[in-house]
């Protein structure tokens, strides 16, 4: 079955750059969407249709991706920016959306 | 503004089953393809089901396929989760979030917790 894969944890400093991966195989032809989930929290979408910003998500958030992986950025991270980050992809089969293991980012 | 409120959750025994209700309001829900998520306890997210806007067309991950049936009622904005043939590893907080076409989910609810206890 389709898998994304992401690393278990990032750790950056506060001010530093915190940058999270996401690779799949479908990536190149299927959008990627990041969630931000805090504990206790339900998730947030933070990038959609690979590398766009919704509304009220702050700047220092950006996406990219090249080839089969997904980049998630955030610039000058937070300590308020500690969660755990998560990739959902569509494949290409009848079982079609799947997320990524999930990244615990540490800002401290 | 738009809420998305799940409920129907509760304890059930192993080999039951359960339905979960999600309301939505604040966006055109019939132009909404439907997701639900769930989430074991220290668990990551794990997609469930799919549903698209017309509820023509319906996935579901290998986990639940052929215990559990997603369906909607556009008239009343609710999408629904039948859950039959319950275990416990089923334990897990349910979402419920909407996407606009197929898009990936940007409204979520707060989730329904479903236990599966002997």
């Known amino acids: 079955s389709y898998e994304l894969t992401q690393p278990p944890s990032v750790s950056v400093s506060p001010g530093q750059t915190a940058m999270i991966t996401c690779s799949g195989d479908?990536?190149?032809?299927?959008?990627v969407y990041w969630y931000q989930q805090k504990s206790g929290q339900a998730p947030v979408l933070v990038i959609y249709?690979?590398?766009k910003r919704p509304s009220g998500i702050p700047t220092r958030f950006s996406g990219s991706i090249s080839e089969t992986m997904a980049t998630l950025t955030i610039s000058g991270a937070q300590v308020q920016d500690e969660a755990a980050y998560y990739c959902?992809?569509?494949?290409?089969?009848?079982?079609?959306?799947?997320f990524g293991g999930g990244t615990k980012l540490t800002v401290l | 503004q738009v809420q998305v409120v799940e409920s129907g959750g509760g304890v059930v025994q192993p080999g039951g089953s359960l339905r979960l209700s999600c309301e939505a309001s604040?966006?055109?829900?019939?132009?909404?393809?439907m997701h639900w998520v769930r989430q074991a306890p220290g668990k990551g997210l794990e997609y469930v089901s799919f549903?698209?806007?017309?509820?023509?067309?319906?996935y579901y991950a290998d986990a639940v396929r052929g215990r559990f049936t997603i369906s909607r009622d556009n008239s009343k904005n609710t999408v629904y989760l039948q859950m039959n043939s319950l275990r416990k590893d089923d334990t897990a907080v349910y979402y419920c979030?909407?996407?606009?076409?197929?898009?990936?989910?940007?409204?979520w609810g707060q989730g329904a917790l479903v236990t599966v206890s002997s």
């Open positions: 979030a909407g996407g606009y076409d197929d898009k990936g989910p940007e409204y």
């Open positions: 604040g966006f055109i829900f019939s132009s909404y393809g």
């Open positions: 549903i698209q806007y017309d509820g023509h067309t319906k």
């Open positions: 479908a990536l190149p032809n299927k959008f």
């Open positions: 249709d690979d590398d």
């Open positions: 959902y992809s569509r494949d290409t089969s009848n079982n079609p959306w799947v």
